[in-house]
C-alpha cells in the first residue's frame, strides 16, 4: 500500500464549479499536510500548508485535514481556468522526508 | 529573485554519456532534494542532504552521484545514462516542514 493515496484524474469543470481533491493517506504520524500545484513544464509551487485536522484558508483555496479519517481535502472556489494545473499532495513527520500523492490533473473549461 | 534554481533546464544526450545537473538555493534551507519525476507525475525522492551531510539515500542506481560542496548547492551526476534515465529531474530545500522546488531539468535520453 502506497503512503499516499491520491486520485489521478483528470477532472473537468466548468468556470466558476468548486473543485474538491482528495488524498487519503495511511501513516497516522504525519503531521504537516501541504498541497502544491504544477503547472505544465513547470515545478510544484507550495499553495497551501497545515499543521494537525481542521481548515485553512486563503482567499479562494481552502484546505482540510481530517486526521482521525487519514484524509484531507483542497477546495477550490470560483475556479478559473488559469487553476487548470496538477495538484499534488504532500505530507510530512520528521527525518527530513516528504510523502507525495501521484497529483491530480485539474482542467477548468472558460 | 530565484529561490531555488537548477541548470540546465534542459538535457538532451546519448545513451552512455555522463551528465550533471546543478541547484543552487538562496534561502538558507539546510537540507536539499533531488526529486524524479516520470511521464505521469509521480515524484520519486532520490536523495537529501542536510547541511553537506547525505540523510536520505533511496534505492536508485549507483550511477546517480549527488555531491553538496556547501549547504546551498547540491549537484547530480549521472554516469552511463540509460533510456530509462529520461525523466524531469527537481531540486527541492526546505526548513523544518515545508519544501520549496527548483524548475526543473528535463532529461531526455536518446
Known amino acids: 500500500q502506497k503512503e499516499v493515496e491520491q486520485d489521478p484524474g483528470p477532472l473537468s469543470v466548468p468556470e466558476g464549479a468548486i473543485v474538491s481533491l482528495n488524498c487519503t493517506y495511511s501513516n497516522s504520524a504525519f503531521q504537516y499536510f501541504m498541497w502544491y500545484r504544477q503547472y505544465s513544464r513547470k515545478g510544484p509551487e507550495l499553495l497551501m500548508y497545515?499543521?494537525?485536522?481542521g481548515n485553512k484558508e486563503d482567499g479562494r483555496f481552502t484546505a482540510q485535514v481530517d486526521k482521525s479519517s487519514k484524509y484531507i481535502s483542497l477546495f477550490i472556489r470560483d475556479s478559473q481556468p488559469s487553476d487548470s494545473a496538477t495538484y499534488l499532495c504532500a505530507m510530512f513527520y520528521n527525518f527530513n522526508k516528504f510523502y507525495f500523492g501521484s497529483g491530480t490533473k485539474l482542467n477548468v473549461k472558460p | 529573485d530565484t529561490a531555488v534554481s537548477q541548470t540546465p533546464k534542459y538535457l538532451v544526450t546519448q545513451m552512455g554519456n555522463d551528465k550533471s545537473i546543478k541547484c543552487e538555493q538562496n534561502?538558507?534551507?539546510?537540507?536539499m532534494y533531488w526529486y524524479k519525476q516520470d511521464s505521469k507525475k509521480f515524484l520519486k525522492i532520490m536523495f537529501s542532504?542536510?547541511?553537506?551531510?547525505?540523510?536520505i539515500n533511496e534505492t536508485v542506481p549507483n550511477r546517480f552521484s549527488p555531491k553538496s560542496p556547501d549547504k546551498a548547492h547540491l549537484n547530480l551526476h549521472i554516469n552511463s545514462l540509460e533510456l530509462g534515465d529520461s525523466a524531469v529531474y527537481f531540486c527541492?530545500?526546505?526548513?523544518?516542514?515545508?519544501?520549496?522546488f527548483g524548475p526543473g531539468t528535463r532529461l531526455t535520453v536518446l
Open positions: 497545515t499543521y494537525s485536522s
Open positions: 542532504y542536510n547541511n553537506k551531510e547525505l540523510i
Open positions: 534561502l538558507g534551507h539546510d537540507t
Open positions: 527541492a530545500s526546505s526548513q523544518e516542514n515545508t519544501q520549496y
